[in-house]
């Protein structure tokens, strides 16, 4: 998929569910229910064993039909390994420049993290395709994303830490260009049903506060 391509595909989906297990076959789990719940962006963190084997299966299980990432990705050499292991965009929770610069090289989507103006404005600037404001939920959720929204309104930031069903109008309404969710959506422990259920809830939230 075309660079241009994962970047529509993660705005117009506007959920990106972040996986964390602690093995493989439970993160396998997740990803079928969060498919099953309509959405087909996922994000596989670093801190999942053997991630790039993950990675890899997932892309050849479902191809063009799951839009599949890496997340806690922290320096170059990871982006490298995650890319060759099928990986379409690359997440983290710093800024990392270099890590930038190689996926701009590869013609990667990078989603850097970022908290004060000053770093978001660096990602963006840096070359960043989206900015993840991580951790969102504890320096003032939907409201410290507006208050960053207002003088930075052409930069796409994707809130993560802390997201939930209860804040998630909010975050879209206060300028998210999509919601990076993990344990609110991703419970490893939930039945698969109850994923899926919560999958389809998000998906509906930010389907109806984009279209009032």
């Given at each position: 998929?075309?660079?241009?391509?994962?970047?529509?595909?993660?705005?117009?989906?506007?959920?990106?569910?972040?996986?964390?297990?602690?093995?493989?076959?439970e993160?396998?789990?997740?990803?079928?229910?969060?498919?099953?719940?309509?959405?087909?962006?996922?994000?596989?963190?670093?801190?999942?064993?053997?991630?790039?084997?993950?990675?890899?299966l997932?892309?050849?299980?479902?191809?063009?039909?799951?839009?599949?990432?890496?997340?806690?990705?922290?320096?170059?050499?990871?982006?490298?390994?995650?890319?060759?292991?099928?990986?379409?965009?690359?997440?983290?929770?710093?800024?990392?420049?270099?890590?930038?610069?190689?996926?701009?090289?590869?013609?990667v989507?990078?989603?850097?993290?970022?908290?004060?103006?000053?770093?978001?404005?660096?990602?963006?600037?840096?070359?960043?395709?989206?900015?993840?404001?991580?951790?969102?939920?504890?320096?003032?959720?939907?409201?410290?994303?507006?208050?960053?929204?207002a003088?930075?309104?052409?930069?796409?930031?994707?809130?993560?830490?802390?997201?939930?069903?209860?804040n998630?109008?909010?975050?879209?309404r206060?300028?998210?260009?999509?919601?990076?969710?993990?344990?609110?959506?991703?419970?490893?422990?939930?039945?698969?049903?109850?994923?899926?259920?919560?999958?389809?809830?998000?998906?509906?939230?930010?389907?109806?506060?984009?279209?009032s």
């Amino acid at each position: 998929m075309h660079k241009t391509d994962v970047i529509k595909q993660i705005r117009e989906i506007g959920v990106i569910p972040v996986v964390r297990a602690t093995t493989a076959e439970e993160a396998m789990r997740a990803i079928d229910a969060i498919r099953e719940g309509g959405i087909s962006v996922i994000e596989i963190t670093m801190t999942v064993p053997n991630a790039f084997s993950l990675i890899e299966l997932v892309t050849g299980r479902f191809g063009s039909d799951a839009l599949v990432g890496a997340g806690t990705v922290l320096d170059v050499e990871t982006a490298k390994s995650c890319i060759a292991s099928g990986a379409q965009f690359i997440v983290s929770p710093a800024l990392n420049f270099d890590t930038i610069a190689y996926c701009r090289e590869q013609n990667v989507t990078v989603m850097p993290g970022a908290l004060t103006p000053t770093e978001v404005v660096q990602a963006w600037n840096a070359g960043a395709d989206f900015v993840k404001v991580f951790p969102a939920g504890a320096v003032g959720g939907p409201g410290y994303l507006k208050a960053l929204k207002a003088p930075l309104p052409h930069i796409d930031l994707v809130p993560t830490g802390g997201v939930s069903l209860e804040n998630a109008a909010d975050f879209i309404r206060a300028g998210a260009a999509a919601l990076g969710v993990g344990a609110d959506l991703v419970d490893i422990k939930a039945e698969s049903s109850l994923i899926t259920e919560r999958a389809k809830q998000f998906v509906e939230i930010v389907r109806q506060t984009r279209g009032s």
